[in-house]
Nanobody
Framework: QVQLVESGGGLVQAGGSLRLSCAAS????????MGWFRQAPGKEREFVAA????????DYARSVKGRFTISRDNANNTVYLQMNSLKAEDTAVYYC?????????????????????WGQGTQVTVSS
């Protein structure tokens, strides 16, 4: 069974940077599309970023485009979320997710229902 473990969350001041990591178990990691979602207190979970299994395509929520970068290292079964120019509204629990059955090597899933595995989340708090 696939297991996802997030790390790298913490407290950072507005304008600062943070890099989240998601380590995945499973021999087929390289064929998984991967994504990041977040959930702030009192709000629903929302899409943040995703990357196709080939790594050739990415997609971002408008609220983070230009500030966040998703990447993957298949050799280490890890996906990253580099977060720059952080804002107070970025404060949330960030979840890593894996889509085991992407439609193609370039497909980037954006919907929660498309993902099969989820991590437990890591807290990101941005002070202002």
């Amino acid at each position: 069974q696939v297991q996802l473990v997030e790390s790298g969350g913490g407290l950072v001041q507005a304008g600062g940077s943070l890099r989240l990591s998601c380590a995945a178990s499973g021999r087929t990691f390289s064929s998984y599309a991967m994504g990041w979602f977040r959930q702030a207190p009192g709000k629903e979970r929302e899409f943040v970023a995703a990357i196709s299994w080939s790594g050739g395509r990415t997609d971002y929520a408008r609220s983070v485009k230009g500030r966040f970068t998703i990447s993957r290292d298949n050799a280490n079964n890890t996906v990253y979320l580099q977060m720059n120019s952080l804002k107070a509204e970025d404060t949330a629990v960030y979840y890593c997710a894996a889509d085991q059955r992407p439609r193609s090597s370039w497909y980037v899933p954006r919907m929660e229902g498309e993902y099969d595995y989820w991590g437990q989340g890591t807290q990101v708090t941005v002070s202002s």
